[in-house]
Structures are given as structure tokens and as C-alpha cells.
């Protein structure tokens, strides 16, 4: 297994695009994370899963947001109606079991989204 | 709610220098400690972490000591190298399974 992977590692977009991201999280983590991070900034929760079943979202989630992770395998983000305030790295990061104290979350390298 | 503040960077060090970054805390209930690094061009990796108070994380010549009285997770290391420049992030985990993170540290090392 070769970590967690994120596609596309870079998006340019005009605003009021579309953009989905992808991440393929460790084969045998049933929990998947996504988190942003903007410049100079720490990591801000965005949203998980627990296979299927996304089990908590951010208040920074707005509605253009939405996040799938369909059979419980890989996950996309999508962002509609970009704004210049999205341009952030998008990460994602996988852990097995209750990784409630964060141990076994592996990230992936992350998308970074500019928004123009 | 839960939050991490970390000494602003960079911070700036010849090889072989002492390091500190500090962190301290604000959560309620018994949170996990973590220290995350993120060399350049790379995804954020685990450095060490810590359960409960008192209990020491280390890894790769870097500690770190869960204090509880002073809601402090200082990281240390006592000798850098300059393959340690990264750019190093304290954070938290509660009852739920996502992390707060602090803004993060950049560390530079110089020869």
C-alpha cells in the first residue's frame, strides 16, 4: 500500500467553477478525514467518515461543500460556486478503528486549490 | 472548545543547536497531545504523541512531556540537523476524532 493518495495534487479555477477532489485512503482504514489548511495556518477539521457513513461536519463546511465517500472506499470533495476564499490545501487522511486519539491517521500529501 | 497556541516562527538555529517550541493547550477533559512535522513538499507526518499526563512522547531525538498543570506540550530536541528543517504543528484530540492544530512552527537550521 503506498499511503494515502490525493488527486489532483494542484487546481487552478476560475471562481464560480466546480471542483471535486479524490482521496484513496489506506485500503484497510475504515475512517476518513478531510481537513483545510490555508497559508500560515494549522490544519481546520472539515468533515469524516466512518465507511460509508459521514459521521461529523464542520460548521466550516458551507453548503457548497459536499463530501461522498460511496461504499466506504475512496472519498471526493466537491466545491461548488468557488470563491477566492477557498484557494487552501485540501487534505485527507485515513486512520483504522476509532482513531479518536488521532493515532494511525495517515495524510495524504493534499490538493492545493486556486481559486482565480 | 478545544484550541492549541504555538510560539510563532521561523525559527532559526545552527546544526547542532537546542531546540524548543512551545505549546500549550486548551481543552476540556483528557485530551491526546500530538506533534505533527511537514517537510516541504510532503504530507503532514506523525512525530510523537502523548495519552495522559506525564507520559513523554518521543521520536528521532525529539521529546516531548504532557503537563497537565501547565497545559504544556513543549517539543524538544537537543542537538538539530539541518534535515529537520520542517515546519512542525502541536495538536489535540478529544472525545471526537478530529484534531485541533496549532498554526504551526517553521524551523529553519543553518550549517
Known amino acids: 500500500d503506498t499511503g494515502v493518495s490525493q488527486d489532483p495534487r494542484h487546481k487552478i479555477t476560475k471562481r464560480g467553477q466546480n471542483v471535486t477532489f479524490r482521496c484513496d485512503p489506506i485500503s484497510e482504514h475504515n475512517r476518513l478525514y478531510w481537513y483545510r489548511q490555508t497559508l500560515g495556518q494549522g490544519p481546520e477539521f472539515l468533515t469524516y467518515?466512518?465507511?460509508?457513513?459521514?459521521?461529523?461536519k464542520s460548521r466550516l463546511l458551507s453548503d457548497r461543500f459536499s463530501a461522498e465517500r460511496p461504499k466506504g472506499s475512496f472519498s471526493t470533495l466537491e466545491i461548488q460556486r468557488t470563491e477566492q476564499g477557498d484557494s487552501a490545501m485540501y487534505l485527507c487522511?485515513?486512520?483504522?478503528?476509532?482513531?479518536?486519539?488521532?493515532?494511525?491517521?495517515?495524510f495524504g500529501s493534499g490538493t492545493r486549490l486556486t481559486v482565480v | 472548545g478545544n484550541s492549541v497556541t504555538q510560539m510563532e516562527g521561523p525559527v532559526t538555529l545552527s546544526e547542532e543547536a537546542f531546540l524548543t517550541i512551545n505549546c500549550t493547550y486548551t481543552a476540556t477533559g483528557y485530551p491526546s497531545l500530538f506533534w505533527y512535522v511537514q517537510y516541504p513538499g510532503e504530507g503532514l507526518q506523525l512525530l510523537l504523541k502523548a495519552t495522559k499526563a506525564d507520559d513523554k512522547g518521543s521520536n528521532k531525538g525529539f521529546e516531548a512531556t504532557y503537563r497537565k498543570e501547565t497545559t504544556s506540550f513543549h517539543l524538544e530536541k537537543g542537538s538539530v540537523q539541518v534535515s529537520d528543517s520542517a515546519v512542525y504543528f502541536c495538536a489535540l484530540t478529544g472525545t471526537a476524532s478530529k484534531l485541533t492544530f496549532g498554526t504551526g512552527t517553521r524551523l529553519q537550521v543553518t550549517l
Open positions: 487522511a485515513s486512520s483504522l478503528g476509532g482513531g479518536a486519539i488521532g493515532y494511525g491517521y495517515t
Open positions: 467518515f466512518q465507511n460509508e457513513a459521514q459521521l461529523e
